[in-house]
């Protein structure tokens, strides 16, 4: 069973930046697309980005040109780089498949809270 791990999230100004990070246990980390999705409080837990195995990447419109999602293939390892925090990104962030039918077991999430 593959284990996700995040981490990274902190309280920062409205304008700051945050660097996520996701680490998955299990081989197959490289031939599958990952994804990024946040839970706000009293919402359901939406898509943000992703990104394939060969690299092409998908944004949400609310963070198109400030997010950017990468993957270290070596690293098994997934980041979120978010800039020009709002206090609408405030959320609990998690990483998993891409494909929702191929979910993992999700990991505890990151907090992010974004103070205006």
């Known amino acids: 069973q593959v284990r996700l791990v995040e981490s990274g999230g902190d309280l920062v100004q409205a304008g700051g930046s945050l660097r996520l990070s996701c680490v998955a246990s299990?081989?197959?980390?490289?031939?599958?697309?990952m994804a990024w999705y946040r839970q706000a409080p009293g919402k359901q837990r939406e898509w943000v980005a992703d990104?394939?195995?060969?690299?092409?990447?998908n944004y949400a419109e609310s963070v198109k040109g400030r997010f950017t999602i990468s993957r270290d293939n070596v690293k098994r390892t997934v980041n979120l780089q978010m800039n020009n925090l709002k206090p609408e990104d405030t959320a609990v962030y998690y990483c998993?498949?891409?494909?929702?039918?191929?979910?993992?077991?999700w990991g505890q999430g990151t907090q992010v809270t974004v103070s205006s």
């Open positions: 998993n498949r891409r494909n929702p039918a191929l979910y993992w077991s």
């Open positions: 299990g081989s197959t980390f490289g031939i599958v697309g």
């Open positions: 990104v394939r195995s060969g690299g092409n990447t």
